[in-house]
């Protein structure tokens, strides 16, 4: 059983489209952080929310930390090819990071 | 400054052999720690050290167990290697222990247990 659970698993739109990718736990975590992993390659750190309700952007993306500090969200404007890839959330207690399964996101040109 | 670096890339054992995995963190750092991403699994915690100590330990049985290097690099090792061990090993390393320590990711090694 997943500590953390994301939906939806796969994703597939076209280029310009938006995007959300969610992230749901029952738990409560000192921080929670999005990744993206592109094949054959380790997961790449995107951002790290800490603050219940805290909102986040890095330029075309959106991320967002529930108020409870248990959930988070990720929305991608205007989707490129270049977003294409798996993307985890995972969160942080105790020094221990537990990820989602991940959603595979494929932005097709 | 280079990243965290892994080998073998790939790995093919059979069962009941033992594999043993390899990662060297990025310069500074002191805590490794290691994941297993199996298919549709998603990463899970295995093991997590920090200054040559063993830390934390996720839900896996004995059979996987590890070890840290005076120079901070880190190796882990599966006994008696099962079909379902198959499964990238990701290793991240941090700077310093406080908590919330960004961790990066390297490359990982696929292991194929035949």
């Known amino acids: 059983t997943q500590l953390l659970e994301q939906s939806p698993q796969f994703l597939s739109i076209q280029e310009g489209e938006n995007l959300t990718v969610y992230c749901n736990s029952s738990?409560?975590?000192?921080?929670l952080q999005w990744y993206r992993q592109e094949p054959g390659e380790g997961p790449v750190l995107l951002v790290t929310?800490?603050?219940?309700?805290e909102v986040k952007k890095l330029k075309r993306l959106t991320f967002q930390f529930g108020d409870a500090r248990k959930d988070s969200s990720l929305h991608i404007t205007a989707a490129q090819p270049g977003d294409t890839g798996l993307y985890l959330c995972a969160g942080e207690s105790d020094y221990k990071l537990s990820f989602g399964a991940g959603t595979t996101v494929t932005v097709r040109a | 400054e280079a990243g965290v670096t892994q080998s073998p890339t790939h790995l093919i054992k059979t069962r009941g052999q033992q594999a043993t995995l390899r990662c060297s963190p990025i310069s500074g750092h002191t805590s490794v720690y290691w994941y297993q991403q199996a298919l549709g699994l998603g990463l899970q915690f295995l093991l997590w050290?920090?200054?040559?100590?063993?830390?934390n330990r996720g839900n896996f049985p004995p059979r996987f167990s590890g070890r840290q290097f005076p120079n901070y690099s880190s190796e882990l090792n599966v006994n008696a290697l099962e079909l379902e061990d198959s499964a990238l090993y990701l290793c991240?390393?941090?700077?310093?222990?406080?908590?919330?320590?960004?961790?990066?990711f390297g490359p990982g090694t696929r292991l194929l247990v035949l």
């Open positions: 991240a390393s941090s700077y310093g222990t406080s908590g919330g320590e960004t961790q990066y």
């Open positions: 929310v800490v603050t219940g309700g």
């Open positions: 050290y920090d200054e040559g100590e063993e830390r």
């Open positions: 738990s409560v975590f000192s921080s």
